[in-house]
């Protein structure tokens, strides 16, 4: 029996295709259930959807899916947030939401705790990327899981795909840790 052998000149170029194809196919393929949870007036990142968070310079995540209680994102800074040149780490808000927020009073939201009692606040901002900024919103801490949040208008102007929500885990940039369960951002009724 006689095996089949391929020529120098096109066995390379062949593996080297099905590498990039099976590096490519790895890319796109998300596990089932990591989308956030979008309606038409919230958008809502929880359990295996807080494994897209984004770390920004001077910033890290780490997603733990086997945390007690529910899957989580430890967080930190090592930078302060007065020097942040990045919105930190985050979430890009889905377009079809970004473009319902335009001109609308928003509540930002996070599920968090501290694992340093010396740390006594996060910050936290929505970032439109080219219309305004809510800047960052210093808010505080407990030892437990909280629910802490903010409100603000989102200006007008045209969708880009580029709405952040950013969180600065460490403000002073000490290195401490924060602990998050869930981010939401919701669309306030009009009074």
Same mark, same amino acid.
């Given at each position: 029996?006689? #095996?089949?052998?391929?020529?120098?000149? +096109?066995?390379?170029?062949?593996?080297?295709?099905?590498? !990039?194809?099976?590096?490519?196919?790895?890319?796109?393929?998300?596990?089932?259930?990591?989308?956030?949870?979008?309606?038409?007036?919230?958008?809502?990142?929880?359990?295996?959807?807080? +494994?897209?968070?984004?770390?920004?310079?001077?910033?890290?995540?780490?997603?733990?899916?086997?945390?007690?209680?529910?899957?989580?994102?430890?967080?930190?800074?090592?930078?302060?947030? %007065?020097?942040?040149?990045?919105?930190?780490?985050?979430?890009?808000?889905?377009?079809?939401?970004? #473009?319902?927020?335009?001109?609308?009073?928003?509540?930002?939201?996070?599920?968090?705790?501290?694992?340093?009692?010396?740390?006594?606040?996060? !910050?936290? +901002?929505?970032?439109? !990327?080219?219309?305004?900024?809510?800047?960052?919103?210093?808010? #505080?801490?407990?030892?437990?899981? %909280?629910?802490?949040?903010?409100?603000?208008?989102?200006?007008?102007?045209?969708?880009?795909?580029? %709405?952040?929500?950013?969180?600065?885990?460490?403000?002073?940039?000490? +290195?401490?840790?924060?602990?998050?369960?869930?981010?939401?951002?919701?669309?306030?009724?009009?009074?």
């Amino acid at each position: 029996m006689r #095996a089949i052998s391929l020529p120098d000149w +096109a066995f390379y170029p062949l593996i080297l295709l099905v590498t !990039a194809g099976l590096i490519a196919l790895a890319l796109v393929i998300r596990p089932a259930g990591t989308a956030p949870i979008v309606t038409d007036t919230r958008v809502e990142y929880r359990g295996a959807s807080l +494994a897209d968070f984004i770390s920004g310079p001077g910033t890290w995540a780490s997603f733990m899916p086997d945390h007690p209680g529910s899957p989580v994102v430890r967080t930190t800074s090592v930078a302060p947030v %007065e020097s942040a040149n990045s919105a930190g780490i985050g979430f890009l808000v889905p377009e079809p939401f970004e #473009a319902a927020v335009r001109g609308r009073r928003i509540r930002v939201s996070a599920i968090v705790r501290r694992t340093d009692p010396s740390l006594e606040s996060l !910050a936290l +901002a929505y970032f439109t !990327a080219a219309n305004g900024d809510s800047g960052w919103r210093e808010i #505080a801490l407990t030892d437990e899981f %909280e629910p802490v949040s903010f409100e603000w208008s989102v200006p007008r102007g045209e969708v880009n795909g580029q %709405e952040w929500i950013g969180i600065w885990p460490d403000p002073e940039g000490g +290195a401490r840790e924060v602990i998050i369960r869930q981010v939401s951002v919701e669309i306030l009724p009009q009074d």
